[in-house]
């Protein structure tokens, strides 16, 4: 299935089809760029593959191609394509370890997979950096939620609460954790 309407991308690919064969040697952002488009509209694993082969050879990439690669991940997430979307984001992660907001699109797409311990890694990764990143807090406790685990929760928000105490969002997640395994313990007895 394409993710985009094809006469989006079309006019997009024919900057593409004037790509020299050996782009990947010299140009290899355009060549990740074009690659990055045609695989929009036919996603499938040697377009993955290719992604993957032409990033690898750039140390580093432009906003706007990084964006347009995550787009592709957000895209295939919305078709529950989450095995692929996830190979994606590590792809965004290696271009532009510094953005944050790819990690938590990362654990978006590890928790679909019930990979719930690599998706809690990811939260905590950007809650340790960003304190008050509310939908990423909120995603960490849906994670918990799911595992019905609501001492592990507490213990996680007890551990950043240390690490910033003066987060004031971080402070009322701990208060509503302890009160759900106050109130787990109390069914409980």
Not at 121 to 136: F, G, I
Not at 161 to 189: D, F, G, R, V, W
């Amino acid at each position: 299935m394409a993710l985009v309407h094809l006469d989006e991308t079309a006019q997009a690919l024919n900057i593409c089809e004037v790509v020299p064969p050996n782009a990947i040697e010299n140009a290899p952002l355009l060549t990740l760029a074009c690659v990055i488009l045609q695989c929009r509209l036919n996603m499938s694993e040697p377009c993955l593959l290719n992604i993957e082969t032409t990033a690898a050879r750039i140390d580093a990439a432009p906003e706007d191609i990084v964006e347009m690669l995550a787009d592709t991940a957000r895209l295939m997430h919305e078709e529950a394509r989450y095995a692929e979307a996830e190979r994606l984001l590590l792809t965004t992660e290696t271009l532009q370890p510094s953005n944050l907001w790819h990690q938590v699109r990362l654990g978006e797409a590890l928790a679909a997979q019930k990979r719930y311990p690599e998706a809690l890694e990811r939260y905590r990764r950007v809650l340790a950096a960003v304190p008050d990143s509310p939908y990423t807090a909120t995603q960490l406790d849906l994670v918990y939620e799911v595992l019905d685990d609501p001492e592990a929760c507490f213990q996680e928000w007890k551990t950043l609460s240390l690490m910033h105490p003066e987060s004031h969002m971080i402070q009322e997640h701990l208060q509503t954790a302890e009160t759900k395994l106050y109130e787990e313990n109390q069914k409980t007895h």
